[in-house]
């Protein structure tokens, strides 16, 4: 158990819905990181939060939004949803920021859209 | 811009045996590499990262790494594999310059074990 947790473990949904994923940080851990994990595109980054401000962004959609809380939860928007958007999504968090940090995963939301 | 190849989607290698799960980067400074195991539906662990210093890594489960700057490789490698040990595993590379801190994983190498 990474310490990472993630709610929902399991989304079913149709299209043009939308849709909201959270995630948990292990304690004492500041930045939080989405990936969205596909058979055909592998495991792709999509944004990176430190402390509550965008520290990086990757191939994320405009359809999808992010935002981490003062009590430094994370909150992962999906909308208008697509049937491609059919995927795993997974947070990890890290103490900081940096390059060096090693991530901790959590056990992902699986997302389908019908 | 960064990249980093697994050219094996799956190794295959017999209980007891060393293992090798191929890792090359492109990087534009310099490389901070990990690897990660996915378990059947579950998030993926860290094993080992290589920031600086000693060319070979040691880290969990009896794996190990070695950092090779001239090939631009990252192989992850155990001496004597486990059926356990079968897993999906992840090569990841993050670049110390130019102030991003996007990570980017390989596809992912499948590894069977053979008991």
């Known amino acids: 158990d990474s310490g990472v947790t993630q709610t929902p473990k399991h989304l079913i949904t149709a299209t043009g819905q939308r849709v909201t994923l959270r995630c948990s940080p292990r304690?004492?851990?500041?930045?939080v990181y989405w990936y969205q994990q596909s058979l055909d595109q592998g495991l792709q980054f999509l944004i990176q939060?430190?402390?509550?401000?965008?520290?990086a962004k990757g191939n994320i959609l405009e359809r999808f939004s992010a935002q981490q809380f003062p009590d430094l939860h994370s909150e992962l928007n999906l909308s208008s949803l697509e049937l491609g958007d059919s995927a795993l999504y997974f947070c990890?968090?890290?103490?900081?920021?940096?390059?060096?940090?090693?991530?901790?995963f959590g056990p992902g939301t699986r997302l389908l859209v019908l | 811009a960064q990249s980093v190849a697994q050219p094996e989607d799956q190794v295959n290698v017999a209980e007891g045996n060393p293992l090798t799960v191929k890792c090359t980067y492109s990087?534009?400074?310099?490389?901070?590499l990990f690897w990660y195991v996915q378990y059947p539906n579950r998030g993926l662990q860290f094993l080992l990262k290589?920031?600086?210093?000693?060319?070979l890594v040691k880290g969990s489960y009896g794996f190990e790494a070695e950092f090779n700057k001239s090939q631009t490789s990252f192989h992850l490698k155990k001496p004597s594999a486990l059926v356990s040990d079968s897993a999906l595993y992840f090569c990841?590379?993050?670049?110390?310059?130019?102030?991003?801190?996007?990570?980017?994983f390989g596809r992912g190498t499948s590894l069977i074990v053979h008991p």
């Open positions: 990841a590379v993050r670049d110390s310059s130019g102030g991003s801190y996007i990570p980017t």
């Open positions: 939060y430190y402390n509550g401000e965008e520290r």
């Open positions: 304690s004492g851990d500041l930045s």
């Open positions: 990087v534009s400074g310099n490389p901070y």
């Open positions: 990890a968090s890290s103490l900081l920021a940096g390059v060096e940090e090693t991530q901790y």
């Open positions: 290589y920031i600086t210093g000693d060319n």
